[in-house]
């Protein structure tokens, strides 16, 4: 695993699968990793990529390397519904009839953005209500409203993936269903080679948002928790993540990741009982954030709902195991230890 991971190229990280990191804008992320599979037709991806102007030469350069074209792909395996996951892959059907498979449980998820045709976050506008963040809440409301957005961008996949064997000719892949980043992500893991695509389920160096999507949410922090569990009930493998370079162990990511959690969900505890009565801002305003152990002001709007509604997701998951209590007063929620 190297730093510079994000290098444009093509690199074959197991037998027949190569890794194309595409560059993202903006974004902390740098680069969105998707990875060509040779099939006994043609090319196989795992992810789309995020649709630009510059994302199909991109993808052409890199598979020039290898002697193969963009237009081989005949079947994208998308891991969730996220922009820099899903929008290029419906590029891709567009130009070269390439077939979209997508977890069932994103259903919800590419209904409600066709319908807003925003990118308004929804769902964490209404959980900064919750946690007390109005200020935040308009802010993050303006700012997206302005950014661009392509509505076209989505589209139904071809077919809703179920967990279970994946149909790709000269390959046994097998789906599971891996909810907490998105209601409906999906792990691919590749049997034969023993290595895992675990988009933004697993990520070696940083901790995937949690239930950053729209529509309501139940727990999601819960259902994360869980997800990374069930990883570990299973053989470990490779790790081939959507961000980040590959080679690292799944079950020891998945044991630091359900090892940080357990720690935020202390600090998030102690922080209640320290405030006595809190909203899920006046918690997320006490704890410390990145591994910088940043304080929350210094954090920038985007950042500071995010910090918000994973404090939110950590207190909602205290309630459920009877460690704290909430009332909701004019709308807010206050936490109280038990
Ligand atoms: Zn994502």
Known sequence: MTDSWDQPGCYRVADGVFR???QMPQDGLRAINVYALETTHGLALVDGGWHRNSTHAELSDALALIGRSPAEIHDIYVTHVHRDHYTFAVELRRR???RIHLGAAESPGIAAITKLGNNVPESSILQLHRSGAVTIAEQVYRDSVDEPFEPSDWEAP?????PGALDIPGHRFFAVHTPGHTKGHMVFHDLERDVSFTGDHVLPTI???IGFELG??????????R???MMLDDRDRIMMPAHGGTGASLHARCR?????HAYRLNQTASAVVELREASGLQVAQVLTWTRRERGFDSLDTFN??????ETLAHLDVLVDRGQLSVQNKNGVDLFSSN
């Open 256 to 260: 630091e990741l359900l090892a940080h």
């Open 20 to 22: 194309i990191p595409l």
């Open 96 to 98: 070269h009839g390439s």
């Open 158 to 162: 071809d077919h809703w993936l179920s």
């Open 304 to 309: 500071q709902m995010v910090a918000t509604c």
């Open 227 to 229: 997800s990374l569990e």
């Open 207 to 209: 901790t995937p948002s």
């Open 216 to 225: 309501d949410w139940e727990l999601p922090l819960g259902a994360y928790l």
